[in-house]
């Protein structure tokens, strides 16, 4: 944003002004994204949202929080994107502690992945610490180590760009303090990337915020299939309701326009008076092909690790689950069968790393699809407290099939 000329110089004096008012000088970066008790605890708590063109594309940038405290909003954040950016840093000790067992580094790549984002790019920041000085052999150790990680998660030929986020170098322009790169910077990459779209299909969206502003509701979300024009009709899930759209805005509620389409995040308004029909979560659809909400599915998991009061994963086990920005309560009735090399056998249970078919019921319905109807609407993570128990995708809506 700083280095596109995205922010004007009032605006950066303000920030630099309010973080030094918070003995923070250094933090005025972070001031872009975030906002409040954020920039006063210097964490970023909830998913950050800010927008900007080049020549060639238009962005939408969702900055996640890091902290193992927040993962439910990285989820959040990741099931919008298209494109992922894993930031490591670079600094002595900083990347170790992030890609060790119970890391963040490590558990948003793999989120990332079981959340549907098909292409990554890690971008190892700080190169300009005093303890890393561009050193290509930092660069190195970090993209030999997470370089077999990434594979085994399914991400071949991962791009590496070592970069400095506070002073700018590699991030829009290449520098020539690492001679021993010769890749793009950042933004060249991302602007020479192929845009991921899922065209065709009837529409749907869900709904990661509902917000009354100037009299008016207003949705946001993201545009997984199909398109919507201003005047379409959509009906809301879960219920019975249709709504009108009065207005479409992009760029962060800055740009009005005619239509959105697939990959796009995006503003709808409506009239006040539905509010109480719609929520986070929910799906906004075509009347004439509704996605259904339900209280039960079976899915296919892989249990990736167990909460110290779960030995196994068996019937009664349960946590919440997330299915794109929807989060309920989840509980294990059955496990159907547990899968090896394609080859399904019979087991009561799952220990770590096991993949398996399990039944599945939910505290209430919300709506989704199976994984072959809609990729996005059918996927799940299973979450406890600090702990991705495992994450799959859903095989079946509603109980299995009686034998």
């Known amino acids: 944003m700083l280095h596109t000329g995205n922010i004007d110089e009032r605006t950066i004096e303000k920030y630099k002004r309010e973080a030094t008012e918070l003995g923070r000088d250094s933090w005025w970066l972070a001031f872009i994204v975030d906002s409040g008790d954020e920039r006063r605890k210097g964490k970023t708590v909830d998913v950050g949202r800010v927008c900007f063109s080049t020549q060639k594309k238009r962005y939408t940038i969702l900055d996640a929080p890091g902290h193992d405290k927040y993962v439910a909003q990285m989820i959040s954040g990741a099931t919008q994107a298209d494109i992922g950016v894993l930031v490591v840093s670079a600094r002595r000790g900083e990347f170790g502690d992030g890609f060790s067992e119970m890391g963040q580094t490590r558990e948003h790549a793999i989120l990332t992945k079981t959340l549907g984002i098909s292409k990554i790019i890690v971008a190892i920041t700080k190169m300009d610490d005093n ?144 509010k109480n029909h719609i929520a986070r979560g929910f799906v906004l659809c075509d009347p004439e092909n509704t996605i259904g909400a339900h209280d039960s599915f079976v899915g296919k998991i892989k249990i990736f690790d167990l909460p110290d009061h779960l030995q196994v994963f068996s019937a009664g086990s349960n946590g919440i689950a997330h299915i794109q920005n929807a989060q309920v309560l989840c509980t294990s009735e059955r496990v159907i069968c547990k899968m090896k090399k394609k080859k399904k056998m019979r087991a009561r249970c799952l220990l770590e790393r096991d993949v398996g078919v399990v039944y599945f019921k939910l505290d209430s319905s919300i709506p989704f699809t199976t994984y072959e109807e809609n990729k996005d609407l059918g996927r799940f993570t299973l979450r406890d407290g600090k702990n991705t128990i495992g994450f799959g995708t859903i095989l079946r809506t509603g109980p299995p099939l009686k034998r």
């Open 131 to 274: 303890t890393v000085n561009w050193s290509e052999e930092v660069y190195d150790s970090i993209r030999k180590e997470l370089t077999p990680f990434l594979k085994s998660l399914g991400y071949k030929n991962v791009p590496f760009i070592p970069l400095s986020g506070y002073t700018g170098e590699n991030v829009v322009t290449c520098t020539d303090l690492c001679p021993w790169y010769d890749g793009p910077s950042l933004l060249g990459m991302l602007d020479n990337l192929k845009p991921v779209r899922r065209l065709g299909g009837e529409f749907s969206m869900t709904v990661e915020s509902v917000d009354v502003l100037l009299g008016r509701l207003c949705v946001r979300g993201k545009v997984h299939t199909g398109n919507v024009t201003l005047g379409d009709t959509l009906k809301i899930v879960p219920g019975d309701v249709e709504i009108t759209v009065n207005e479409i805005l992009a760029e962060n509620e800055t740009v009005e326009i005619e239509s959105a389409f697939p990959g796009e995040c995006i503003t709808l308004k409506f009239p006040k008076n539905m």
